[in-house]
């Protein structure tokens, strides 16, 4: 039997809405993998992350920008 880990990998990142305002955006996920598919899979969860945050910011920025122009 194969051993199995948990992994868990996040990203964050922080949104400067001007006038000492900002915004924290934080996406964490989790799997549990046979431990020699572990490198794949980290690196599969961070992309989610990362996509996941990025892709918040970038609506974020448009309404911020949509009620100000």
């Known amino acids: 039997m194969s051993q199995v880990i948990k992994i868990t ?3 964050s990142a922080k949104v400067n809405l ?7 955006i934080s996406c964490s996920a989790q799997a549990v993998v046979p431990a020699e ?5 980290s ?5 989610f992350c ?3 945050v990025r892709s918040e ?3 974020i920025k448009r ?3 949509g009620a100000n122009g």
Do not use: S, T
């Open 43 to 47: 690196a599969g969860l961070y992309d």
């Open 9 to 11: 990998r996040g990203f």
């Open 37 to 41: 598919e572990m490198d794949a899979h």
């Open 63 to 65: 309404r911020k920008g």
């Open 50 to 52: 990362r996509d996941q």
């Open 18 to 24: 001007g006038n000492y305002e900002n915004v924290d």
């Open 57 to 59: 910011v970038e609506e």
